[in-house]
């Protein structure tokens, strides 16, 4: 999977909404979406980041750009900081409003986006819809984990210095997440070398990636950086991970916390081990920069954990970021 891009909107008065607009139809540009797909698109960004000042108390609007095997895919994320929604059924059906709007928001999202999911919650509501285009129909097993991720950058920068790049074949899907140093440009020349490195040696174990990320690296700042590879037939999770970058694997209930050594990939030689453990049909990977407090909880959001991999991050993006840094989350979990 590709992330061509992520752009970031902070919603807070009426010109955030034509700001969103704007990342709207750039992205579908970026995506070569034709006339209709992008006026769909822009639509409902419009709609979406306007319920977010309307009725949310303010939020965010995440629009990320990805590639994936021939298809183009625009996800949207509407995250907002208002006390939720009372009935999501009633909310969802074409021409509902409650605050004297057209009320073509979440029922046209329904009716327009490929996929749409929702959570709502004490602390607010994420809204996540998409639309794409197919490209050449791939044959061969379907994939068993769906992987969502997104990199913010420190606020007031236009560049991020995280980034996560995933591979998937049927037997085995391989996430990175690097961080570079500090924020801004050198960080992110950081991150993206990260990346490419990763793309040429996805195949390989994460520890042998995260050497040839080190050696690539050297000409940079350095970054921190996990590999995690998943292989959900044989029931393994096999992890690698140099400096700060936190794992955390959930079972239901039940949470363990995945080890990194410390040290920075492209500087001093840092120690690489691979760590193994097992994967469950129910397992769901978050993986997080330090952008991100470590102190969150899911069990804490009622029936957050079943949502897509996208609105569970969202959701952590909302209520844990940090504020003085990038940050960056990616969540693997089952196909629903």
Known sequence: MEVAFTEWVAVTDASSVGEARRAAILAANRLGFDETESGKLALLVTEASRNVLLHGRGGQMLLAGIADEGDVLARVLAIDNGEGIANIAEAIRDGFSTGGT???????????????????????????????????????????????????????????????????????????LADGLGHGWGASEAATEAVATFRQRAELAPAEILSYVHDALRKTRG???????????????????????????????????????????????????????????????????????????????????????????????????????DVSVVVVAKVA
């Open 223 to 325: 970054a921190v950086a996990a590999v995690a590879e998943i292989r959900p037939v044989e029931g393994l999770l096999i992890y690698a991970g140099v400096g700060n970058i936190s794992g955390v694997v959930l079972d239901g209930s039940t949470s363990r916390s995945l080890v990194s050594h410390s040290g920075t990939l492209g500087m001093m030689t840092p120690k690489i081990q691979e760590f193994r453990s097992s994967w469950s049909p129910n397992s769901m990977l978050v993986l997080h920069s330090d952008g991100l407090q470590s102190k969150w909880d899911l069990s804490a959001y009622a029936g957050l954990i079943s949502r897509h991999p996208a609105v569970i991050g969202g959701a952590l993006l909302r209520d844990f970021r940090r504020q003085r840094d």
């Open 102 to 176: 057209m009320g073509g928001g979440l029922g046209a999202m329904k009716r327009m986006a490929t996929n749409l999911d929702i959570f709502t919650g004490r602390n607010g509501t994420v809204v996540m819809f998409e639309m794409g285009k197919s490209g050449p129909q791939q044959s061969g097993p379907k994939r068993n984990l769906q992987i969502a991720g997104f990199a913010v950058p420190y606020p007031g920068e236009r560049v991020c210095g995280d980034a996560w790049f995933s591979y998937q074949t049927s037997q085995r899907s391989v996430v990175l």
